[in-house]
C-alpha cells in the first residue's frame, strides 16, 4: 500500500450527476464548445466550482489530439554543451522557457543534447524550440519529417540586413526573411555578429594588435557570424587574420591542440576570441602550457557569460546575452505558430543594444558601442559585456622586443 494515499478526485462523471446533465454537456458548458444553454452552463460552472472540479490534461489532450508540450531541443555535441557548459546555457534558456509555456498553458521539456537516441522520436510534443541549429540539422530534418512547428534560437545572416524591416514598421521587434541553420520560418535573434563585435571592440580596445580567433570547423550561425565580423574588423584595423578552427566533437581538449599550435606558429598573438566557452578555456589551458600569463600578456575572451567562464582561472571575460527575454520571446513566438499565425517568415531582433559592466569587484569600465556606434542604454536586452580577469590587463607592445 502506498504512503501516500491518493484522494478521490472529482471527476465530469461527478459534476454531470450533481449537475442533472450528461457529460458531454459538462464538456461543452465548461470548454465554450456545443450549444447549451446559458442558464445550464451557469449551473454547471457553478457545481464544477463548488465541487473543485479540476479537468484531466490527459483527457484534454486526447480529446484535442495535442500535449500542450513543448521542448527546448539542440544538436550541439556533448563535448561542448556538457559538464559546467549545461549547466549555464541550456539551463537558463530552459527555465525562461519553462516559465513563459506554463503562463501561455504549456508544459516546457528539456532534452539534453545526446548522440544515442533521436529526442523527436520519443517525444509526444506540439511544438520545439531549437537552438543555434547547424546548417541540414538532423533535429531540424526529424520535426520537418514529423510536421512539428519549430522556432530556432539563432539569428540573421549578415546577407538578410537589406530585408530587415525598421523598428517603426515591427514595433518591439525587427523581423527578416532570411536566416541562417535549418531555414526554420520563425527565429528569434540571438545577437551572433552584435556579441562578436563587443569582444572584439573590447580586446583590441584593452590594447590587443594582433587578435586571434578560434572557432569550430561547424556552420552555426555564431561560428560563422564570429568568421565575419573577425574578417571585417580585421581589414578595418589592418591586422593579420589568424584563424585556429577545431571540432566541436573534441570538445575543450581538440580546442587546446588548436590553440597550442595557433600560438606556437605566432608567438605575436595577444588576445584570443572564443566564441564556445568550452573552446575558451582550451585555449586558457594552452597559454599556461606556453608560459603565457592570462589576463596580462594574452587577452581571452568568449561569449557565453555562464559557469564555465566564472569557473575558469582566470575567470573570462564574456557577455551576457539576455537569454531571459530571448527564451520568452521564443515560446511566445512558437505559441503564436501553433495557434495558427503563420502569416510571414520572420526572424525577430529584440530591441536592445550593448554596454560594458565590470563584475567582481572591478572598477566600472564605460559604455561599449554597438555595430552603428551609438551608446547602449542600461537595462537592455541587448549583449552585455562583463569583463573578467582574463582581459583586465594590458598586453605589452612586442615590437619593442629585442630594440
Request: charged letters at 20%.
Amino acid at each position: 500500500m502506498s504512503d501516500f494515499p491518493r484522494a478521490h478526485r472529482v471527476t465530469i462523471a461527478d459534476v454531470a450527476r450533481e449537475a442533472g446533465v450528461s457529460r458531454t454537456t459538462v464538456s461543452h458548458a465548461l470548454s465554450g464548445q456545443g450549444k447549451v444553454n446559458a442558464a445550464t452552463r451557469a449551473k454547471v460552472k457553478e457545481v464544477a466550482e463548488r465541487l473543485n472540479y479540476r479537468p484531466s490534461a490527459r483527457a484534454r489532450s486526447l480529446r484535442s489530439g495535442k500535449s500542450q508540450t513543448l521542448a527546448l531541443l539542440s544538436s550541439m555535441p556533448a563535448a561542448v554543451s556538457a559538464g559546467p557548459s549545461q549547466l549555464g546555457f541550456f539551463t537558463e534558456l530552459a527555465m525562461g522557457c519553462a516559465r513563459t509555456a506554463l503562463l501561455e498553458g504549456y508544459v516546457f521539456v528539456l532534452a539534453p543534447p545526446t548522440e544515442a537516441a533521436d529526442p523527436v522520436d520519443l517525444l509526444d510534443i506540439d511544438g520545439a524550440i531549437l537552438l543555434e541549429p547547424t546548417v541540414d540539422d538532423p533535429l531540424a530534418e526529424a520535426l520537418r519529417d514529423r510536421g512539428i512547428p519549430y522556432v530556432t534560437i539563432d539569428g540573421p545572416s549578415s546577407r538578410a540586413g537589406d530585408d530587415a524591416l525598421t523598428s517603426d514598421e515591427a514595433g518591439p521587434a525587427r523581423a527578416s526573411t532570411a536566416s541562417t541553420g535549418a531555414a526554420s520560418k520563425w527565429s528569434i535573434d540571438l545577437h551572433h555578429r552584435a556579441t562578436a563585435q563587443l569582444l572584439l571592440n573590447h580586446l583590441l580596445g584593452e590594447g590587443a594588435t594582433q587578435p586571434a580567433l578560434l572557432v569550430s570547423r561547424s556552420l552555426r550561425g555564431a561560428q560563422i557570424a564570429a568568421r565575419e565580423v573577425y574578417a571585417e574588423t580585421a581589414a578595418a584595423r589592418g591586422f593579420t587574420q589568424l584563424i585556429a578552427e577545431a571540432d566541436e566533437t573534441s570538445g575543450e581538449d581538440g580546442a587546446f591542440a588548436a590553440a597550442e599550435e595557433l600560438l606556437a606558429a605566432h608567438p605575436d598573438i595577444d588576445a584570443v576570441l572564443a566564441p564556445i566557452d568550452t573552446f575558451a578555456t582550451g585555449a586558457v589551458r594552452a597559454a599556461q602550457e606556453f608560459g603565457r600569463t592570462v589576463g596580462e600578456d594574452l587577452l581571452i575572451a568568449t561569449r557565453y557569460d555562464g559557469l564555465r567562464a566564472r569557473t575558469s582561472h582566470p575567470p573570462l571575460t564574456a557577455v551576457d546575452l539576455g537569454l531571459e527575454a530571448i527564451s520568452g520571446a521564443a515560446v511566445e513566438m512558437l505559441v503564436t505558430v501553433l495557434d495558427g499565425d503563420h502569416s510571414s517568415n520572420a526572424t525577430v531582433v529584440l530591441d536592445g543594444s550593448t554596454e560594458s559592466v565590470a563584475r567582481d569587484g572591478g572598477d566600472a569600465k564605460p559604455a561599449a558601442t554597438d555595430e552603428s556606434g551609438s551608446a547602449a542604454s542600461a537595462g537592455s536586452s541587448g549583449p552585455v559585456l562583463v569583463v573578467r580577469e582574463s582581459t583586465a590587463g594590458h598586453p605589452p607592445d612586442r615590437s619593442k622586443d629585442g630594440a
